[in-house]
């Protein structure tokens, strides 16, 4: 027997659907949607509450594709002060590398007697420059007084020259003596033959040793060591010195009371200022890290003596241990004075790497490493650290800037290392001259806005990660 149909359920019978024409108790047609004539449309909660949950849902998901370290750089880079930091910090690291091309004295590459050399890596390491420019030497026939030379078209007799400062005085009859440039004048007769060195006179010896030499010149011909002598750069003249060194277009932010460029001991300086920072900070951080893990991870007894041991150098401040450290090295460098930061700075590191660790070893992933047979080390190093390593991150760029700052301040006391530019020492020397006769304001003004603002810029780094990575702080700004 064939199955009969079932014939199809009355309108008022079908739970999913309501008769044609009628209204729900919201004013809605039940067909259509529409609005009931002569109601206005209001926005419910009930249709609203799904949308904020799905725009939810869709941040959860786009922080999940992005990852930890992807949200976090999404976070950060919306925060103004910090990114014009973080730009400021990129800026001064371009101007330190790139600090003998911007100014110096000392080509960035030459051609010497069929050779190539790059005596600017002098302003990185004094070993790198090539002997040949210091020890090279020649006989030639020289300006002595009574020879005769031109200068600007008439011959003129020598009565004294002075070679310390390239100068000698020119016999004028009928007038007094005229003073010139050793540069400036060409011998005619009367010489006398001397021994002459190279002594890493680039701009005059180059070419009066090797004709046919040529070389690439910094933008800007100024030293961060000495001071530049009348007719070594054509058409620029002789440093001032005291007040008369004032900031002009040969000497952009003036000169020191011995007349050094100061434009050039600030970008040389930026050099020692990120020097010191990051690789002090790089000696604290693997010290407090490996501290800090092991006191976290190990716990009881191993715990206790690192612990202890952290607190007996939170006792010793670090200034005095510098002051000792210089009475007692016969030469101190400034790698002396970035080991002895990194020594003593690394115990809020460590601190705050136990409490990560603390917390960390007790996650489902580290028991499941355990599980699989992973060793300490390998627990430590690579599954836990890789979790705690963002909000270590904070304390490390705070002490870039206390490490600045300390240089700066041992600088400014007068015992930074003597062989390095630093902006601390033209504090020290403006503070020198304050009550001199004259007042050398450039001597504090440009290096004071310089650790002002390196300062802040670490500062405002350091708040903007721990804004970026802390998960709390992350869900209160959402």
Known sequence: MSESKRPPDPPEDRPDRAPEGDDDAFGLSATTGSVRPGMAAEPSSLTTMPQSGMQEDKLDRE??????????????????????????????????????????????????????YFP?????????????????????????????????????????????KDLCELIVPGGPVKEVSLREVELISGGREQTIRFQRQYSTMLKRFDPHSWAVWPLVYQDPERTILAGEWPDQPANPGREEGVPSKYNFFGTTPSGVDVFAIMVHGSRTALL????????????????????????????????????????????????????????????HTMAVIGLTGWTGIARLTRG?????????????????????????????LRNALA?????????????????????????????????????????????????????????????????????LIGEGLQEATDPRLRESGR
């Open 356 to 384: 990560e660790f603390l917390k960390l070893r007790e996650y489902d992933y580290v028991s499941g490493a355990k599980a699989l047979g992973a060793g300490p080390m390998r627990i430590m190093f690579l599954h836990i």
């Open 63 to 116: 922080m999940r594709a992005r990852g930890f370290w992807g949200e976090a750089w999404h976070r950060f880079r919306h925060r103004y002060l910090a990114m014009t930091a973080l730009s400021y910090v990129v800026l001064l690291s371009l101007v330190a590398i790139f600090s003998p091309a911007i100014v110096g004295t000392k080509p960035l590459v030459c051609k010497y007697k069929g050779s190539y």
């Open 276 to 335: 010191i920072g990051f690789v002090s900070m790089g000696i604290a951080a693997a010290i407090g890290i490996s501290i800090g893990a092991a006191a976290g991870y190990f716990r009881g007894w191993v715990d206790g003596v690192l612990s202890r041991a952290i607190e007996v150098m939170l006792c010793i401040p670090t200034l005095v241990l510098i002051l000792a450290m210089i009475a007692v090295v016969q030469n101190p460098t400034i790698w």
């Open 120 to 164: 600017a890596l002098y302003y990185f390491n004094s070993d790198w420059e090539n002997p040949i420019f210091h020890n090279e030497e020649m006989v030639d026939t020289v300006i002595a007084a009574g020879s005769i030379v031109r200068y600007q078209g008439q011959e003129y007799e020598v009565d004294y020259v002075n070679r310390a």
């Open 391 to 459: 909000p270590i991150l904070v304390p490390i760029s705070f002490g870039i800037a206390a490490a600045i700052l300390i240089e700066s301040g041992l600088s400014f006391l007068g015992y930074g290392p003597p062989s390095s530019p630093s902006w601390g020492k033209l504090l020290a020397m403006g503070r020198e001259h304050l009550g001199a006769n004259f007042k050398a304001w450039w001597l504090i003004l440009f290096p004071g806005i310089a650790i002002f603002l390196t300062v802040l810029a670490y500062n």
